[in-house]
């Protein structure tokens, strides 16, 4: 059994306050985190190089997109760029998955999913939120002692005495993981004594 510092006696960290991701459409990007969403666009910038012929022109969009919290200048950033990977455009077909990789494992450096907080007492609004516009999503409520999940697929289940956590998840239009995340007051009382493993085949 180990216990892991708590506290940061290094670096005095202010808050989390942007994830850089790119998307292959801006304006259907706009219409889900501002439009569906309610995000705030807090700023736009477009960007520019010179093309074959030396003249200046436009090639991407960066979108601010406000996630709310103490930090008011927090956000998704949002690329666009033109002539870069889309759905459509055949350039980013996947991997298959390799035979033995955990199905819950994903690439070291990859985004799993971006969590949003959220009040609790609104998950069910933003569940119905989610279906009315089409869009499919899992209800999952986390206990501890012994650890255990409930999910309900495009429904919503209330959590019940011992719940750590409410979530929602859910993808935007470029297939994005989204999650909408509440903790609840027992959270504060789950412990941090797992010892970190090393991987064996790690040679550096």
């Known amino acids: 059994?180990?216990?892991?510092?708590?506290?940061?006696?290094?670096?005095?960290?202010?808050?989390?306050?942007?994830?850089?991701?790119?998307?292959?459409?801006?304006?259907?990007?706009?219409?889900?985190?501002?439009?569906?969403?309610?995000?705030?666009?807090?700023?736009?910038?477009?960007?520019?190089?010179?093309?074959?012929?030396?003249?200046?022109?436009?090639?991407?969009?960066?979108?601010?997109?406000?996630?709310?919290?103490?930090?008011?200048?927090?956000?998704?950033?949002?690329?666009?760029?033109?002539?870069?990977?889309h759905p459509e455009a055949g350039n980013m077909s996947p991997a298959p998955r390799p035979t033995g990789v955990y199905p819950r494992a994903t690439k070291p450096g990859v985004v799993m999913h971006i969590n949003l907080r959220v009040a609790q007492e609104r998950i069910p609004e933003y569940c119905k939120l989610l279906g009315d516009a089409g869009i499919e999503y899992r209800h999952t409520t986390r206990y501890g002692d012994p650890w255990r999940e409930v999910t309900t697929h495009n429904g919503y289940a209330p959590?019940?005495?011992?719940?750590?956590?409410?979530?929602?998840?859910?993808?935007?239009?470029?297939?994005?993981?989204?999650e909408f995340n509440a903790w609840l007051p027992l959270w504060d009382s789950w412990t941090n004594e797992d010892e970190p493993w090393a991987d064996p085949r790690t040679t550096g």
């Open 159 to 178: 959590p019940t005495e011992g719940c750590l956590m409410d979530s929602v998840y859910f993808d935007d239009p470029d297939g994005l993981h989204l």
């Open 1 to 85: 059994m180990v216990h892991l510092p708590t506290t940061n006696t290094k670096i005095d960290f202010l808050g989390l306050d942007h994830i850089a991701l790119n998307c292959s459409d801006m304006k259907r990007t706009v219409a889900f985190y501002n439009g569906l969403l309610g995000m705030p666009i807090l700023h736009t910038l477009e960007y520019t190089a010179k093309d074959d012929n030396g003249d200046e022109v436009p090639v991407g969009q960066h979108f601010f997109f406000g996630v709310g919290g103490e930090n008011h200048n927090a956000h998704l950033a949002f690329f666009y760029w033109k002539n870069g990977y």
